[in-house]
């Protein structure tokens, strides 16, 4: 759902009838339990709860499917092998079947990833093996 939409469907000015139809219209072609959902929730006034609702559905769905959300940074889009690849690796580290990979691009790295995955942090950039030979020649 779209800040617009939410806004519109929140929106005081509009009238339970009209917040009905709108949401049975914009969610036509969605399972009807989904709905369902949303209507009741916009009758208790709880639509505010919609986010963290989803928030909570992916990752209970995610966990069943023995999938994990990761953050991967370089320095240039990853191929679908290196993403494959990173996938695979990381995910029998954490006890997952695969990784779901979103790639952020990070000139700043220089060279090299850095994977967060949840709070896990795996970090092979050429930035931080420089500001860690630093810290050893410094002192």
Same mark, same amino acid.
């Given at each position: 759902m779209t800040p617009e939409l939410? @806004?519109?469907i929140v929106s005081p000015k509009l009238s339970s009838d009209k917040?009905? @139809?709108l949401i049975n219209e914009v969610f036509s072609g969605a399972n009807p339990f989904v709905v369902n959902t949303l209507q009741l929730m916009a009758q208790r006034k709880r639509l505010n709860e919609v986010s963290s609702m989803v928030d909570e559905f992916v990752a209970l769905s995610n966990d069943a499917q023995g999938i994990e959300d990761a953050e991967v940074y370089s320095t240039r889009p990853l191929t679908e092998e290196e993403r494959s690849s990173i996938s695979s690796v990381f995910a029998k580290k954490i006890g997952k079947q695969s990784l779901r990979i979103e790639n952020i691009i990070d000139p700043s790295l220089l060279g090299g990833l850095r994977i967060q995955i949840g709070n896990r942090i795996y970090d092979s950039s050429v930035s931080t093996k420089l500001a860690r030979l630093k810290r050893q020649l410094i002192g």
């Open positions: 939410y @806004n519109l917040r009905t @139809n």
